[in-house]
């Protein structure tokens, strides 16, 4: 948890004490009216950089302007309460798996931005080891998906052996059974006009892709990439590019790393998330309907209001 610890500027300070009252780690305290560093760990998490009033703080290795190549960003920090809800909601509620995207190649700054959008997430223990692979053309969309075409052809095959299915049973629980009673005849009819057509039912003929990873020395590699996967799904709705998440190439690297060594990924990185980009073919006049979510409120909680009568 040791990084580059905060630097003070004893010119700048004026003893207020924020950094000390954010510092999650103690490392920060109030020494002859000046804050300093008293204590040996730091996860790095900038708050007192953040907090401090007179920017008396610095940090080596944090990035406080991110370079948006596409986004004039606002300068400070917007304040609870002080945000746009109703634009924001309107935003999550606007985006959609797109599943037709246009042959227009989405340019490179574009995704770097998305990624740069991607690392605003939280982490845990602010690790921020997630990893982003660009697949910045169609071309090599393409290759992953032959990639996956491959492996899903395997796994078909012995999908549709009885004997298979039974060994697979005895020793390992039914998934092979599961994936054929749920998936095959999806996977087969999609690898037939994969083959014969040429038709994209997997990536939806988008024309670039970011695969978000993490590795095995964060603590929770798989929420952090999650996270910052839904931060990307929503700041490229807002940039107008469109997104699909795509499982189906996840399962597949997940069971064969030939393919992330294939796209040069490493063997202890693993993949989460498959985000499908490009500009959608698809409009809506609304946002789409959700389902009534399980909420569970326990007794006992303070609410002086109706929600509870829901
Ligand atoms: C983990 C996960 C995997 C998904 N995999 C696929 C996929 O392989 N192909 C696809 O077309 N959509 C995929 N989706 C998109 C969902 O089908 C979609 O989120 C859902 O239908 C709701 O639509 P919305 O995202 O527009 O709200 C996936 C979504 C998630 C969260």
């Known amino acids: 948890m040791l990084t580059n610890l905060p630097h003070i500027d004893p010119e700048r ?30 996860m790095a998490c900038g708050h007192c950089q953040a907090a401090c009033p007179t920017r008396a703080i610095e940090i080596e290795g944090l990035q406080v302007d991110l370079g ?73 969309v393409v290759r992953l998906g032959a990639l996956t075409a491959a492996f899903f052809h395997r796994l078909n095959k012995k ?9 697979a049973r005895i020793c390992a629980g039914d998934s092979l059974g599961r994936y054929y009673r749920r998936h095959y005849q999806t996977v087969r009819q999609g690898l037939a006009d994969w083959d014969e057509a040429g038709e994209d039912h997997l990536f939806h003929g988008a024309p670039a892709a970011i695969l978000v990873g993490g590795g095995e020395q964060a603590s929770c590699p798989a929420e952090d990439a999650l996270l910052a996967t839904g931060n990307i799904l929503i700041g490229a709705h807002a940039l107008g590019l469109s997104t699909c998440l795509i499982g189906f190439v996840v ?25 499908a980009v490009g500009y959608g073919r698809e409009s809506y006049q609304r946002p789409a309907g959700r389902k009534k979510a399980v909420v569970r409120c326990l007794q006992g909680a303070e609410n002086g209001d109706s929600a509870r009568q829901e």
């Open 159 to 167: 999908a549709a052996s009885p004997l298979w299915r039974l060994a």
């Open 13 to 42: 300070c004026t003893g207020c004490g924020f950094c000390i009252s954010v510092c999650p780690d103690h490392t920060l305290a109030l020494v002859a009216g000046c804050a300093q560093v008293r204590g040996e760990s730091c």
């Open 251 to 275: 399962e597949a690297m997940r069971h064969d790393c030939r393919i992330g060594k294939n796209l040069g990924i490493g063997a202890a990185e693993k993949i989460y998330a498959v985000i």
């Open 68 to 140: 948006f190549h596409h986004i004039d960003e606002k300068e400070g920090w917007l304040a609870p309460g002080s945000g746009d809800a109703a634009q924001l909601v309107q935003l999550l509620r606007s985006r959609r798996s797109v599943r037709s995207y246009r042959e227009k190649p989405v340019p490179l700054s574009l995704l770097m931005d998305l990624v740069k959008i991607g690392t605003t997430a939280p982490s845990g223990t602010n690790s921020q080891t997630w990893t982003f692979t660009l697949l910045p053309n169609r071309q090599e």
